[in-house]
């Protein structure tokens, strides 16, 4: 195969709920990051991200379907997530009759390296049959310091003819039971090694001529918590090699109400009822908690975070404050804040925080996904409640400092945000009962900032008591 214009770019694929939720089956790795959207929003991705191991898998099938080969090593490098529906492009690159590099992309950006290397192809006999066993289903959940020195073993296990059927063309060139083997790489990452919080990195891996059906045995060699990484070396059955792998940071807790209620004096907010939108979470939970701790009477709005909405309003309620839970899209609210009308609650005050994942992913397409929210979802909003009542209402509107000195990564959310700004402003131009106080707040810890760098952000309680006791009150 050569690299000529015409076929620089080998093939594509994409992935479904569904195919996560059967690869998942296949290789024993159910981390909720790759299978459940409620969950990972909690993640510094803030959606799905495909399994790496399941686009290695479909990249060779469809390249060894070209060009077959036996694969002796394999060197993967993941750059940048994968999500779901995502069209993965699979560019073939310095392809022999025994070696090629393959470069997955995603909208132009690079997100996986393949290299492999081997020799003409020679079918890999399987000399042991694979057991299949079932899976622990739940994830471990392991500190740093626990992961320094972890070791263990993964036998060698796997569902044959599910196997063969999903990808043939990679189990003639590495055997069942070395397919079997890297998909026990996900399963080691995702489930044990780091487990709950992991980020698969890199593997470089070598397969021997010499099998047997032992079981991987693996060992923490290296870990630097500069970076939250670890490298894993990994032997046995004729596999070798390493992984590296990052912990990546757990959902960011808010405090509870009774931490809250020591940092607020007497009862600032006791004449206001706020509708928080997007408020089972981050800044709009913990001002929902200051608001009720001060004696105030809230709404929390979530579109798909059900359980974390409740967990909020428990929180408060258990503690004396009063709270209100109602699912709504800031795209289509009309119906939502009629119901809420209709049970006689109306709000003196609106603390809008709905927002999309705010990516830094380079050149991603979200400009028009940030207006609809910030802009678009802020009029369908006020509309919807001007026209259940006509009093007076207030606007808490919070931008970003971004908006004024913007990362080279976050352009549209600052263009999207200065929208929002001037949305709000024109809304209370056209409506004289409307108030907008709009306030640009510096980065503060949230599931929507964590990143694998241990970048300390101020916690957001006393800024954000801070300013709603100063502009609300």
């Known amino acids: ?18 195919s996560q939720s059967t690869f998942a089956e296949l290789s024993g790795d159910f981390n909720p990051v790759h299978l459940d959207p409620v969950s990972a929003r909690r993640t510094m991705f803030g959606q799905v991200v495909t399994h790496g191991i399941h686009n290695v898998l479909c990249s060779l099938e469809i390249f060894l379907k070209k060009q077959p080969f036996s694969i002796d090593r394999l060197a993967v490098t993941f750059r940048n997530p994968i999500f779901l529906k995502e069209d993965v492009v699979i560019i073939p690159d310095n392809v022999t009759d025994i070696s090629a590099i393959l470069k997955l992309q995603c909208g132009g950006i690079d997100t996986t390296e393949i ?66 083997r890297l998909l026990s790489l996900t399963q080691l990452v995702g489930m044990r090694c780091p487990g709950l919080y992991s980020l698969f990195s890199s593997f470089d891996v070598t397969f021997s001529d010499q099998r047997s059906n032992a079981p991987t045995q693996y060992r923490v060699t290296h870990s630097d918590r500069r970076i939250s990484l670890i490298s894993i070396s990994v032997e046995g059955g004729g596999i070798t090699g390493t992984i590296n792998a990052f912990v990546r940071p757990p959902p960011i807790s808010q405090p509870n109400i009774t931490t809250i209620k020591s940092h607020i004096t007497g009862t600032p907010f006791k004449e206001m009822r706020a509708l928080v939108v997007g408020g089972s ?22 579109l798909t975070g059900e359980d974390d909405a409740n967990h909020v309003a428990k929180d408060i309620s258990k503690n004396g404050g009063r709270c209100k839970v109602l699912q709504m899209d800031v795209l289509e609210p009309a119906s939502a804040i009629q119901s809420l009308m209709q049970r006689g609650w109306r709000p003196s005050h609106l603390l809008y925080f709905a927002t999309p994942r705010i990516s830094g992913r380079p050149d991603e397409n979200n400009l028009d996904k940030f207006h609809g929210i910030y802009s678009g979802g802020l009029i369908n909003v006020i509309k919807a409640l001007q026209k259940q009542s006509d009093k007076a209402l207030t606007l808490f509107y919070p931008s970003s400092v971004y908006v004024v000195e913007t990362p080279a990564d976050m352009n549209n959310y600052a263009k999207a945000k200065i929208k929002g700004e001037t949305t709000a402003k024109n809304l209370a131009k056209d409506q004289p009962n409307l ?10 810890a949230t599931d929507q900032s964590t990143s694998l760098l241990n970048v300390d952000l101020e916690a957001p309680l006393k800024t954000m008591v801070r300013l709603l006791t100063k502009r609300l009150c």
């Open 1 to 18: 195969m050569k690299n000529t214009e015409e076929n620089m770019i080998l093939s594509h694929f994409r992935h479904s709920q569904q």
């Open 115 to 180: 290299r492999m290397k081997g020799k003409p192809q020679k079918v890999k006999s399987s000399f042991c049959s694979l057991p299949v066993i079932n899976f622990a289903r739940q994830p471990e959940k392991k500190t740093f310091d626990e992961l320094k020195n972890a070791k263990g073993s993964i036998k060698l296990t796997g569902n044959s003819k599910a196997i063969k059927s999903a990808f043939p063309q990679t189990v003639q060139a590495l055997g069942i039971d070395g397919v079997a």
């Open 281 to 302: 979470r981050g800044l709009g939970e913990i001002s929902a908690k200051i608001i009720a701790a001060g004696g105030g009477e809230t709404t929390i709005t979530y």
């Open 435 to 444: 108030k907008v106080i709009i306030e640009r707040l510096e980065p503060l």
